[in-house]
């Protein structure tokens, strides 16, 4: 397997390559503006991999995403979760659907609660074992915190239940995960998608995660939903206009 993260520090997001170098296809994740779609063509390239999808693991909200651009030089179409509300054609993933890529495996898991299309990618090398090397999770579990569930609808009804939904997606499938298993959140450091006790450092286990997340560590769905309304943060800046450009062209312009 080649995985190349690719991140951008000053905003604290993270993209990422996920390839087989023996199969030569590749997968690209949350594709960032500020990196540009030819980057990820040519870090593909070389190391020998062709790109044959484009993937965002959710609708962001505090930066403006490449995935369309990149997609139409790949001449590809955005694969996201089927609950995205874009305006511009998608391919529609959903629970279970699967990438492969010769030796390596991406599986799709619905992981709702930041925003209803979120998804994380759990990606097997089946070359050295049937168990998880790694997961993307997306705006769901990040390192020290959870992806904040107020950005789509900011109504007190509305967040309530994205934290729930939140909630189940961490400890039913996220942390069903084995304690081995690597953890890459499109978040970290910087970013405003997180809350208070979003860790600088892009990378964890899940074992880690598990055993020093405070929010991993809340077993109770309220306490839970409790905990992470009480500490939000301000929303980011322009968050609207953000998310308004990166769901599409039909009505943006």
Sequence with gaps: MIFIPIWDGSHGCASF???????????????LAAIG?????????????????????????????IA???AQKTDLLVSMGHKA???DAFNPLHDGDQFDLGGVQV????????TPDSISLVVTDKTRSSDPWLVLSGDSLFVGDVGRPDLVDPTPES???????QFHSVHDKILSLPDTTELYPAHYGASACGGLFLSPKPISTVGYERRWNRFAQITDPQAFVTEVLS??????VDASLIRDHNLGSQQSH
Excluded: F, M, N, Q
Aim: no cysteine; proline share 8%; charged share 25%.
């Design 159 to 165: 967040t309530e239940r994205a934290a729930l939904d």
């Design 17 to 31: 390559i996920v390839g087989d170098d023996a199969d030569g296809r590749a997968i690209v994740v949350d594709p």
């Design 231 to 236: 500490l939000l943060k301000p929303p980011p």
């Design 85 to 87: 509300p874009l305006r």
């Design 107 to 114: 599986t799709v898991w619905e992981t709702p609660g930041h």
């Design 37 to 65: 779609a030819d980057t990820y063509i040519l870090s593909a390239a070389e190391v020998g991999l062709k790109i044959v999808g484009v993937i965002e693991t959710h609708v962001h909200a505090d930066h403006h995403s």
């Design 68 to 70: 369309r651009e990149l």
